[in-house]
């Protein structure tokens, strides 16, 4: 249904929800071969989980809490084949996919506590990370706020302005989750606009609201 659609991107989540490492292939066997970007969102910053994703179709991977430059350059080193990196290499399926097993993937490093946007210069210099994708809640969590996916004004609003600048200058995209109208009005051009679950349940709340008026 999403490759049907006129999405640019869409990621699949292995951090949270509860999709499992099993049911990501034909997930990503629906989505390659449309316009639409397919990215895994890894359970974690380790290799197994980088090159799995990527072995098994995924256009790239968005990897989750990255703090230091030394985070990025391992998940850049899990995302690139020798010299770059030190990706093991499989062909089973990749192989098929347009580019094959060695097709060029992108590697987004989630900023998503205060740690990683107070190392934000090191972790766009990294040779190899793409862009950066904003945790808002998590983030928010690391600054003692509630963990909402909206930017909130003052500390929080002030730390992804300066991550955005970071990204900005280094020349890397910068994607946040969350109100899609906001976020475009900031400046943000990739913009994830919600979650499965989420959708689910505002039709649903809305469906029903139609009926009983409340
Ligand atoms: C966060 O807001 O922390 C996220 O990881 C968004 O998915
Ligand atoms: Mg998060």
């Not at 799995?52 to 998940?75: F, N, Q």
């Not at 190392?119 to 766009?124: L, T, Y």
């Not at 862009?131 to 969590?141: E, K, Q, R, S, T």
């Not at 991550?163 to 994830?192: K, N, W, Y």
Request: glycine letters at 10%; aromatic letters at 4%; one cysteine or more.
């Amino acid at each position: 249904m999403l490759a049907a659609t006129s999405l640019d991107f869409a990621w699949i989540d292995l951090q949270h929800g509860h999709n499992s490492a099993a049911q990501l292939l034909p997930q990503l066997q629906a989505m390659n071969g449309s316009s639409l970007t397919p990215l895994v969102r890894v359970r974690a910053n380790d290799p197994v989980s980088i090159g799995h994703a990527l072995d098994a179709g995924a256009e790239g991977v968005i990897v989750p809490s990255v703090e230091s430059a030394l985070d990025a350059r391992r998940a850049v080193a899990a995302c690139r084949f020798p010299p770059e990196g030190d990706r093991s290499y499989a062909d089973f399926r990749a192989k098929y996919m347009p580019g094959g097993a060695m097709r060029p993937v992108l590697c987004l490093v989630m900023i998503e506590s205060r740690r990683g946007v107070a190392d934000i210069d090191e972790i766009v210099a990294t040779p190899g990370v793409d862009g950066v994708f904003i945790g808002p809640a998590d983030l928010a969590l690391s600054m003692g706020l509630e963990p909402r996916s909206s930017i909130q004004p003052g500390a929080h609003g002030d730390a992804i302005a300066e991550v955005q600048a970071s990204c900005d200058a280094a020349g890397v995209v910068t994607a946040i989750t969350g109100d899609p109208e906001p976020m475009h009005r900031l400046g943000f051009r990739m913009i994830s606009l919600g979650a499965d679950l989420g959708f689910l349940e505002h039709g649903l709340a809305d469906a029903l609201s139609k009926l009983t008026g409340e």
